[in-house]
């Protein structure tokens, strides 16, 4: 690959190139309600789409979604298609949605496209200038953070996101600028119809397989995905990680031009991290070497991995040639992400907070941050796992993370697309926990008010998983107050 990036000013020549693929002219999500599927249906309408869609169940994405013409229906069934005006040019599908769903099904008999998500959004992403972000941990949050530096520097890009913003409640937007910044999710494989300009990739961790079946397999995927780098364009690792290092050097053997961030690794880094500081509130202070300039970025988010995603995203920035110090500014400007230690409320002087970590790396990063910023109350966390493989897989490395909070309450497996595994439940590692004290609540309903009992004043609690466990936040809350109304003293379990 050729030396060198064009830069945002030089990405595009006119609209007429990015017009809206026919294709997509008529599109029906099912699953629309998804993170991912409810911010392509946000695009397409902004692009004037018409666009129809499907779930189990209501969603607070639907209101914006039908605000913007969506049609939307509670309930999958083949009359979702059938009846509507005109046939869709597309059905959108994710790889959650099974081969027997009738909708699919009714799509198929009448050969109308049958898209992936991901296929969808590379087809949006046609005349732009793209930056994708990859990595086991830390995408969605380092995806966040770039979207705002560059909404700061005024680039107004369009971007597709696995969370929704803090700062505007979306999780994607059709923006008027060159850039479209995409969260690239390695899980099913599905990055792999990207062609990014500059791709990203945080850390290399084994994860997600019961789709890829092996370490090896997983980390060869993220090969794959380097082979799609545009001409002229840059992969982005961080040194501090070996794998993603390795993958940087592989990809450097073939061409592939390379940029590196971190702290102490050996070799030239492109983006030095110096120092970090955590503040006394939630946050901290990275001081950072780019170049012949040294920058002290603001994070707003507490936990060192959090203070390398702001440099990520701070090296893509100025990889899309946007200026340092004003990505700098941007990035001291990120609220966070809905789900991503995401403030819920104080009751009884407990913060209570809600996390989306479900990867035994993401647990122990989150709770190290949790600690900083509980100070000398105690960290309590309700703990839900994600998938009976990777609890079958991590039961071990789950355990030991959980063991540096003071308090643990473990819940049954959020099983999402998998059936029950015998022998595989919440207690597999509960039972291994250590240096905390533990509580296994296999019944949803009870873990609120367990929860409840367990904390005392200045203590933080954090609902943590990918399920439902992110429900739980404001009961918890509410249980809190009504102890408050009725003068029970909190003074933990």
Known sequence: MADGSDG???????????????????????????????GIARILLARGAAVSGSD???????????????????????????????????????????????ELVAARERGIPVLHRAQALAKLMEGYQVACIAGT???????????????????????????????????????TGSVFVAEADESDGSFLVYSPRVAVVTNIEPDHLDHHGTAEAYSAVFDE?????????????????????ELGRRAESRGVRVRRYGRSATGELDAQVLDYQPKTDDGGVVRVRLGDQELDVTVAVPGEHMAYNSVAALLAGVELQAPADQLAEGLAAFGGVRRRFEFKGRSQDVRVYDDYAHHPTEVAAQLRAVRQAAGSGR????????????TRTFAAEFAEALGLADEVVVLDVFGAREEP???????????????????????????????????RPGDVLVTMGAGDVTQLGPEILRELDARSATGTPTTGG
């Open 379 to 390: 960290v309590v966390v309700v703990f839900q796992p994600h998938l009976y493989s990777r």
């Open 225 to 245: 995905f380097v082979d799609r780098i545009e001409p002229g364009g840059a992969l982005i690792v961080c040194a501090d990680d070996e794998p993603a290092a």
């Open 56 to 102: 189990a169940k209501e969603s607070r994405a639907f209101l914006t979604l039908r605000a913007q013409g969506a049609r939307i229906a509670i309930g999958q069934r083949a009359e979702n298609i059938e009846q509507l005006t005109e046939p869709p040019t597309a059905v959108i599908v994710s790889t959650a949605i099974k081969d027997s769903n009738p």
């Open 8 to 38: 945002v000013a030089q990405a595009a020549d006119g609209l007429a190139e990015r017009a809206l693929p026919d294709v997509l002219t008529r599109a029906h999500l099912i699953g629309i309600g998804g993170a991912g599927m409810s």
């Open 137 to 175: 941990h830390g995408k969605t949050s380092t995806t966040s953070m770039l979207t705002v530096a560059l909404q700061h520097c005024r680039l107004d890009p369009s971007f597709a996101i696995g969370g929704d913003l803090n700062e505007s409640g979306a999780n994607a937007h059709h923006g």
């Open 421 to 455: 595994e015998p022998g595989v439940s919440g207690n597999l590692i509960a039972e291994r926990i250590t240096g905390a004290t533990v509580h296994y609540e296999p019944a949803f309903d009870r873990a609120a008010t367990l929860a409840a009992q367990l904390v």
